[in-house]
């Protein structure tokens, strides 16, 4: 995955608070079998509005993406994280995300950066007033910077690691084959298999 | 201290734990449907890699499976293209496939308990957010993003941190014609759709022991729309009932030593939960969903909510955006409000007994005029089962449409949507904006509540009948 270390950009806010999967990519789009074209299918029933704030000029180009609470809830999806990077953004800020696309955010590069209401909607009117005003977030210090504010965020060290790392699990964890042997051997004779 | 169910079947499936790194958890049942799993296989063959344990994977396909003509191609090409790359890759990789067709066929969450494959006190993964359902059995079981597919392709692991536990304890019993489906939509709206973020959910108490196995995976089924990565209910004599004689199901010695140590899966008297909520089963109704989230239900007698009696503004603005999405009145009472679609079905809602449910309120009785109403059964052997019992005559007789299994109007990535504006009471688990068809508008329901509201076209309880 693309290693995260800092980011300085644009934000743009979603007033909007359970944005469900379902919402950031249509099922429709889960058709797909490859790995590209969902920036197409990012909120498609929402960017129908010309007013929506995607569909804003004001917020062209923008890589941080400032949501209410409960963002990413409900299908497991991961076409929604594939969604929001292949459109251009790096980083979400919300006060409280779904477990799984949280999850699936940091397997990808994608930062899920929780801050609390109060800073969510004090970044929000910032840019609402100001779509200029330059962001910049920080992994290596936890850190969310904008105009003369700063707001550190919490993420365990370990992910953090990773996402500064831009290192995949997969290769982690085939590192420990043996522990993995050595588990299997000890599981229940019981256990059902499907062949 | 002692510790709690979910506790210990995370604690007897770590693999490997080490300071400051997440533990690495080995999966005992892997379920693999078309949509999340592609770009997984695609992932292993990039890299070279082989599936570790195919003997502990097990695919089908469902949410692009038309319920009318199984036997002929899907005429949507990337459907078809979805389902063929699934073909393709659990035949190279050596994976047993459940094909459109098969009398194996079904929702992946109701063919596991189905074949004896969920157990107690295993982990199971799906690359699907309703994977919560085998919770019923006392499983650990949770759904995963698609780069966690491949890594259980694998490795057979994931890397996990433990998650925190939470008491859901319904006390007292739940009256006559209140369901499982209407307890567990009272207690999303009672601990909101964010309620159970990071922690796995026990459902405890009187109401939930007295719960069939199917009314259990009905609950823990939606332990996600109340945020929680899983569900789990505690197994007993009605578990192990269900499970005996089942094809996957251990059998002689290997039967008596699993139910042994499947007796152990419970929590600890003095076993501390991070979080508790107590409800009394007794004062439960119906339920149903008025809003674009399944925190947003109210008791069948209620009216539509005004906005301005929220006091949170996030709640607040929630609430106004679904009323307008919904076309819905503050003021409205429920059973005023009349639908077009009732859909029976999905992970949720799609078994025998909610087949039975429905039967038992259609008979003798007609659909009302207008109203389209879909039963589709959550596999082929449901459907089997249910046509074996006469419930197909039943329902065709009153004028519903009796179709063949799969996921169906629950998600639009099927033929079976709604049309933009058009309103549906549905049995399946998520109301939000276009997930039954862009602008269609979901109220969710129990299987009784969808008979019921199908007969007098607007939502009703069968004892309104």
């Given amino acids: 995955m693309e290693a995260f270390t800092t980011y300085t950009g644009r934000a743009v806010p979603l007033r909007r608070s359970n944005v469900d999967t379902d919402q950031i990519i249509p099922a429709v789009w889960l058709k797909q079998v490859s790995r590209t074209g969902f920036d197409k299918g990012l909120f498609s029933a929402w960017r129908e509005d010309p007013e929506f704030v995607l569909n804003q000029p004001r917020y062209e180009g923008a890589g941080i993406l400032v949501a209410g609470p409960d963002f990413g809830t409900g299908s497991s999806r991961e076409h929604a994280v594939w969604a929001l990077q292949q459109y251009g953004f790096r980083v979400v800020i919300a006060p409280r995300f779904g477990d799984i696309f949280r999850n699936n955010s940091t397997k990808m ?15 929000q009117a910032g840019v609402e007033q100001d779509p200029a005003l330059e962001i910049t977030v920080d992994l290596e210090r936890r850190e969310v910077r904008y105009g003369a504010e700063s707001a550190g965020f919490e993420i365990d060290d370990y992910t953090r690691w990773r996402l500064l790392e831009g290192l995949d699990d997969i290769g982690l964890t085939l590192r420990h084959g043996d522990a993995i042997t050595e588990f299997e051997g000890r599981r229940a004779p019981w256990l059902p298999v499907t062949v | 201290m002692g510790r709690t169910l979910a506790e210990k079947v995370y604690d007897a499936h770590v693999v490997r734990r080490a300071e400051g790194e997440p533990d690495l958890l080995y999966i ?92 107690p006190g295993t982990t199971v993964v799906c690359g699907d957010s309703h994977t919560s359902t085998h919770g019923a059995f006392g499983a650990l079981a949770f759904g995963i993003g698609t780069s966690e597919v491949e890594h259980v392709l694998a490795t057979q692991t994931l890397p ?55 009314g259990r995976m ?74 674009t989230n399944p925190g947003q239900g109210l008791p069948l007698g209620d009216s539509v909510p005004d906005p301005a009696s929220y006091g949170d503004p996030a709640q607040r603005q929630a609430a106004e955006r679904a009323l307008e999405y919904m076309g ?28 039975r449910a429905v039967a038992g309120v259609l008979r003798g009785r007609k659909v009302a005029d207008g109203v389209r109403m879909l039963v589709v059964p959550g596999s082929m052997k449901v459907k089997k089962q249910a046509e074996d019992e006469g419930l197909d005559e039943v329902i065709s007789a009153a004028g519903a449409q009796w179709r063949e299994a799969g996921c169906s109007m629950c998600l639009a990535m099927n033929p079976d949507k709604l049309t933009p504006g058009e309103r549906s009471a549905s049995t399946s688990n998520r109301n939000f904006e276009g997930r039954q068809g862009p602008g269609g508008r979901t109220h969710l329901v129990s299987p009784a509540v969808a008979a019921a509201t199908a007969v007098t076209g607007r939502l009703a309880a069968p004892a309104d009948l």
């Fill in chain 2, 328 to 355: 819905l009145t503050a003021g409205t009472p429920l059973r005023d409000i009349a639908v077009d679609t009732v859909f029976v079905g999905s992970c949720t809602n799609g078994r025998i007994e909610d087949l």
């Fill in chain 2, 28 to 119: 005992d049942l892997h379920l693999v449907h078309e949509v999340t799993s592609p770009q997984a296989f695609d992932g292993l063959r990039m890299a070279g890699r082989q599936v570790r344990r195919p003997d502990l994977t097990i695919a089908t396909e469902d949410h692009n499976v038309p319920t009318t003509d199984l036997l002929r191609p899907i005429a949507d090409p990337v459907s078809r293209t979805q389902v063929e790359t699934l073909r393709k890759n659990c035949s190279d990789f050596g994976i047993r496939l459940h094909p459109m067709g098969d009398a194996g066929q079904g929702i992946v969450h109701v063919i596991g308990p189905q074949l004896g494959l969920t157990q």
């Fill in chain 1, 109 to 123: 590069g994608l930062l899920p950066v929780v801050l609390t209401a109060e800073q969510v909607e004090d970044i």
């Fill in chain 2, 218 to 291: 009905t609950v823990c089924n939606m332990s996600i729309e109340a945020g929680a990565r899983a569900g789990m209910i505690a197994p007993d004599e009605t578990t192990f009932a269900y499970l005996e004689g089942r094809p996957h199901a251990p059998q002689g010695e290997e039967w008596e030593r699993a139910v042994e140590y499947w007796r152990s899966l419970r929590t600890d008297d003095d076993a501390v939960f991070d979080k508790e909520v107590v409800i009394d089963a007794s004062a439960l109704t119906p339920f149903v969903t008025w809003g």
């Fill in chain 2, 160 to 214: 996990q941190v433990k998650p925190k536990t939470m008491a859901v304890t319904v006390d007292g019993a739940l009256p006559e014609g209140v369901t499982a489906k209407d307890l567990i939509l009272a207690i999303i709206a009672r601990i909101g759709t964010g309620g159970g973020q990071g922690h796995v959910i026990e459902y405890r108490g009187e109401a939930i022991r007295s719960l069939s196995m199917e």
